[in-house]
């Protein structure tokens, strides 16, 4: 399973509460505002004018929402009713503190409750729980409800997994361990690889850049650098394979790192897509600042758009998917997402798949991707595809998965568009 990321300071500081208040106020725009984690522990930060105590809350913030499952667990089996929202926020970060955390357990619960007089939570009530929660073993109804707790993965996510893998295999894949910093390529038209390593001193190198902290990026000029992950940049390298040139379209491209990643590959004419406005304003100031040279267009992905008719030579139709490859990167990825959703993502994802099939020129390549494991968003998108477009052959797929590629997930399957 993904590291409970214990790099949380043992001692108790003057500046403790407000560390403590500043990821409560993080957690809880996840927890019951809805937003994404990135966004809200960024706006959390930006309030906590203690820098030193930043790495602490943000270690604290992936903490509670890698465990958030189990979490969720003690806090139905340890509390006679459902807390109330501020009340739920603060316990799953006392019982963090308490269970998982590098942090004595009179230390946790101590700041537990001072967290909960300062959120006007019930401090009582609090200290009781946190109590009780310290070395407590949860109790299970099933084999699937133990996995679950096990691997912080939400029980109809598991189910699917295990059927499309075994169960050997879905816990290496749910259990594996990510590096939990940075990873950036350099931009090689305005930095070379010696400068960029030398400029970020020692670090993770990859085969295609470095996992760095805030300090390593500091040390690099604005636009010789991308943040890129490891998979999206191999899903590139794998849309591209040995092709050089050419016109491309990126159907769903949003916020542009793909495109822009391919412009720096070879000499290609990039369209880049998507269907809101101002995503298009973000992916021309991206581009911008890494001088990179695309075009945006405004289009749905999901209607054919007869301007793009047997246009180009590459068409990349990376879908909205699950997110479930992303899970150890992006842990509130399942917050709000039901099992009820795959079935509705493959059908938009094959809708899209289906125009992106006639904008190809006959000799090009298609190429469909998702950031998920699951194999209803992908290998079953892929074999009704061939079913129902004689006019295309898979020339390839290529699947990255956690525990065997050190990355996020992800599936690329790329088409061959007949001459006929």
């Keep these: 399973m993904q590291t409970n990321r214990k790099n949380i300071n043992k001692n108790t500081n003057d500046n403790g509460l407000s560390a403590d208040r500043a990821l409560y106020n993080a957690l809880r725009m996840v927890f019951v505002e809805g937003s994404y984690c990135a966004p809200a522990i960024t706006r959390a930060l930006k309030g906590f004018k203690n820098t030193r105590q930043h790495p602490f809350v943000t270690s604290a913030f992936y903490g509670v929402l890698d465990n958030n499952v189990r979490l969720e667990k003690l806090i139905s089996e ?43 939570a019930c401090s009582g009530f609090i200290n009781a729980v946190l109590k009780k929660s310290i070395g407590y073993t949860p109790k299970f109804k099933s084999e699937l409800e133990k996995f679950s707790y096990t691997y912080n993965t939400p029980e109809w996510l598991c189910r699917q997994v295990i059927a499309d893998y075994g169960e050997v295999k879905a816990a290496a ?52 650098y991308a943040v890129q992950s490891m998979s999206s940049i191999r899903a590139v390298n794998a849309y591209i394979n040995s092709i050089s040139h050419g016109d491309v379209l990126d159907l769903c491209a949003a916020p542009g790192g793909k495109s822009v990643y391919l412009s720096e590959l070879g000499d290609f004419n990039i369209t880049a897509c998507d269907i809101y406005p101002h ?36 068409v990349i139709a990376d879908c909205p998917c699950s997110g479930t490859g992303t899970l150890k990167t992006k842990p509130d990825i399942l917050l709000n997402r039901k099992a009820d959703d795959i079935a509705e993502l493959a059908e938009l994802q094959t809708k899209i798949l289906n125009a992106a099939a006639e904008y190809c020129r006959p000799g090009g390549v298609l190429c469909y991707s998702t950031c998920s494991i699951l194999k209803a968003e992908n290998e079953q998108i892929a074999t009704r595809f061939l079913a129902e477009h004689d006019n295309y052959k898979m020339i390839d797929s290529t699947k990255l998965l956690p525990d065997t590629d050190n990355c996020d997930g992800f599936y690329i399957a790329r088409f061959l568009r007949g001459i006929k």
């Design 78 to 120: 340890l509390c006679e009713k459902r807390p109330d929202k501020n009340s739920t926020v603060v316990l799953k970060i006392g019982m963090y503190y308490c269970n998982y955390a590098d942090m004595p357990s009179y230390a946790a619960v101590n700041r537990g409750v001072d967290l909960a007089k300062a959120v006007g």
């Design 173 to 224: 894949i749910l259990g594996a361990v990510l590096p939990q910093r940075t990873h950036i390529r350099p931009v090689l038209k305005r930095i070379t690889d010696a400068e960029f390593r030398s400029a970020v001193g020692e670090g993770q190198f990859t085969e295609y850049g470095c996992y760095v902290d805030r300090a390593a990026l500091d040390r690099l000029e604005a636009g010789t």
């Design 279 to 314: 995503k298009l304003d973000l992916m021309r100031g991206y581009a911008k600042k890494l001088g990179a040279k695309i075009s945006v267009a405004l289009n749905d992905a999901t209607q054919l758009n007869n301007d793009f008719v047997n246009k180009f030579d590459i």
